[in-house]
């Protein structure tokens, strides 16, 4: 009659029959929680968006070389278009320092030819190329050509928040907001331009290439602004199909929002 | 008590909770890899694993969290109790694989070390809804790291079990941690109110079911009776103590356990040598008095376990007085012999 009062003991394999339904249950439970738990984290998770990154697949580009304010290279696409493609480095950091050996040997580089190979990430009809070797940098033509000025295009109050635009282009999902703050400030403290996503209704673009008020990089001093929404002021120019906007960093107005752009 | 003869004769239901605990992870990250692919096939494939191993880490620990409550509420949940370790252990593979590739795909590669990285690359430490996330959930990590490494046996016995007890009490520090993780960091930017619900809901339960423990052991620890002229304390009526089993008291600071066998009541401290288990719960088996968490027995009337084995508790005098039960508040050395009272 020792049914009312079981007793489980570790070292024992006999299991009571309340104690055996227990134990059965919970289980159950907890395999249902799980499942529950499965479809909801899995289920609801915001879409991420086509951008992509050619990691393992290697492409060649030529185009010219543009130095300021970040590394370009202006690609011929067909008669009178051009595309400027970002350069970068590898992992968290910018092209500069794969430039090194090439402007030791060739002087400046700037409105130069090049010939690069690296893997490609584009998305919204923006490309970037990540550069993991500085012997994949050739010179294919030294004479001068093509050079273009910036366009001046005025003042501009834009909206949104400021991206690493390795990540945010392509390599990372998402590439934007708090989750991926922290990566966005290692790039762009590493040497990654920092770009402004817009989430306005500007007439202008929908990204811009971010300088300090004298057209010269900035990384280090913005890297407190980074990821959230903010508002932004600053002299706007084109460059090819880039936008540039000079500004005052502790100008930036931190807005309390939530984020919303892709 | 002997470890390996533990080892020995538990394997059976080990293995089988070992199993079960891995096939239910695989079918969590089985569901959650299907439905990503499903609904979310532009993602990558380091923010799915962080996130699959990330969610069923949190999910585990709240199941690992209600086992302790359920089977002081509850004994026929001690089985689960009992292989509660391995859960542990498994729940802590699960965040480091969540951490470790957080860390490579956010924190390495850059211009500092990652570790650095986690604590500096973003200052917002004032604020609530900027603060850095990471860091704690990597402090959490840094605790269950430690709990998971001390978690074998070895370290029961060379840190003694009061040390061992609170060092694993530091698992609430580290849901505390993982809790704020989850929402000052994901929670801000992927809303949903359903896995916010899931948490929330999975917080209530296990705050409720400590609660409601703790409110009915303060109930034994609130007794107080009436001390009779000579110093006895008047406990109980002898009829409440059901056979072979114990009612806890606490007499003067300590829980006592009063037992009731072949007609004879003994008292011990409530408290196994062990891992501090609460002998007063357990049962009569083989005329010892057997620990409910993980089996240590030890004799009734002297406090001691049976040879070859060493532990002892102390003893205590009782005395009946019609069917009245009285206790001497001042026990005696571990291991003292004391005449059962017969009832
Ligand atoms: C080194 C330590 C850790 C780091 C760097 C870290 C980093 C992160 C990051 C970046 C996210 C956002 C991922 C996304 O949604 O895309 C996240 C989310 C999350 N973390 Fe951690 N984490 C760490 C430790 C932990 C620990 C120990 C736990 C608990 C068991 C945990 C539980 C979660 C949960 C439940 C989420 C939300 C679901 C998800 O998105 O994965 N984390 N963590
Ligand atoms: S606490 Fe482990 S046997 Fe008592």
Known sequence: MEKKDEFYIGYMNHLGEGTKRTTKRFVLFAIG????????FGFFQKEAVNSTFDFNAPTKISGTYQEAPYPMLRVKLGEGTFKNVLLLGFGKFGANSYLDDIKQKEGNLNGKHLTIEGNLIYYNG???????????????????KDYVLPEVMGKQKLTGEIVDPKCYFGVMKPGYGKIHRSCAALCISGGIPPVLVTSDNNTLS???????????????????????????????EKMGDWYTMRIDVSQIEKLDKKSSIY | MGLDYKLVLWNKHKKTYDKIIALGMLLYLVVFVALT??????????????????SLAILMLHIILVIGPLSRLNPQFLPILYNRRHLGVSMFLAALVHGAFSIIQFHTLGDVNPIYAIITSNMDYGSLTN?????????????LFYMASTSHDFFLKNLSPKIWKGLHMMVYLAYGLILMHVFLGAFQQETSPFTIGIIIVGF???????????????????????????GWLEVCEVDEIPNDRAKIFTVGNERVAIFKYEGKLSAIHNVCKHQGGPLGEGKI???????????????????????????KVATYELRLNGKKVYINPNGFEEGTEVQPVTC
Request: glycine residues 6%; contains cysteine; hydrophobic residues 40%.
């Open chain 2, 37 to 54: 692919l499903a609904l979310n096939p532009e993602t990558t494939a380091e923010t799915m694993i962080i996130r699959a191993f990330g």
């Open chain 1, 126 to 144: 923006k490309t970037l190329l990540e550069i993991d070797d500085s012997q994949k940098i050739s010179l294919t033509n030294s004479k001068v």
């Open chain 2, 204 to 230: 209530i339960t296990v705050t409720s079911l400590h609660l409601i423990t703790a409110f009915k052991e303060s109930k034994i620890d609130k007794f107080n009776s009436e001390k009779n002229s000579e």
């Open chain 1, 206 to 236: 929908e990204y811009f290439l971010l300088t300090d008020l004298k057209g010269n990089p900035i990384h280090k001093d913005i890297l407190p602004y980074i990821g959230q929404p903010s508002l932004l002021r600053g002299e706007v």
């Open chain 2, 131 to 143: 603060f850095p996330f990471q860091v704690l959930g990597f402090l959490a990590l840094l605790i």
């Open chain 2, 285 to 311: 088996v083989d005329g010892c008095v057997t620990c409910p968490w993980h089996g240590y027995q030890y004799l009734p009337h002297n406090g001691q376990s049976p040879p070859p084995f060493t532990e």
């Open chain 1, 33 to 40: 929680i799980l499942l529950l738990g499965a479809i909801s």
